[in-house]
């Protein structure tokens, strides 16, 4: 019979090898990772670090790295649309991608550097994320595909949707780039 005492004490145990190691889930993470996880990238693209990227560079990086969850023509897959949906927006089906809903390219960025490829997050060298990011705008006829992107272009391009955000009128929140800039 379940007493509240045997219920307690079986969750107890259950909690204690759920964190032991002997699952073998997870990793320590690597200096460089830990120092990453640091980096904040602001929408004005304060944060940014050195490092370059055109698209014809990220073309082969995406087909390597990107593809197989993005689709062939990052029309989506198992992962999401990243091309496409330009005046979906407003419609019963919006497509929600880099070209018709994100507001500003740094934020593109710092996701791609954060968390891609998705099993592999944080692998990529800022170089590799300049390239990836200006393929992905290449290829939503933001930029031209010889462009070179880096931390003084980057900030500078103007996305579709970078109007179609309106401020959060609370007091108690502090806009992105203020929270950032320490």
Known sequence: MWT???VAAVAAVTVALAQSPTYGVGRTPGDREV????????PDGTGLPAGSGTAAQGRELFAAK?????????????GPALAGGQGTLATARPLKT???FWPHAPTVWDYVHRAM???????LTNGEV???VAYILFRNRI???SQVMDARSLPKVRMPNR???VPDPRPDVKPAAKRVAK
């Not at 120092?35 to 602001?42: E, P």
């Not at 990107?66 to 198992?78: A, D, P, Q, T």
């Open 4 to 6: 509240p005492s045997l």
């Open 66 to 78: 990107c593809r197989r969850c993005h689709g062939e023509n990052l029309e989506g897959g198992v």
């Open 98 to 100: 880099v070209g018709s």
């Open 130 to 132: 300049y390239a990836l």
């Open 117 to 123: 490829p998705f099993d592999q997050a944080g692998v």
């Open 143 to 145: 930029i031209d595909e």
């Open 35 to 42: 120092r990453d996880y640091g980096v904040q990238i602001a």
């Open 163 to 165: 109007d179609g955000f």
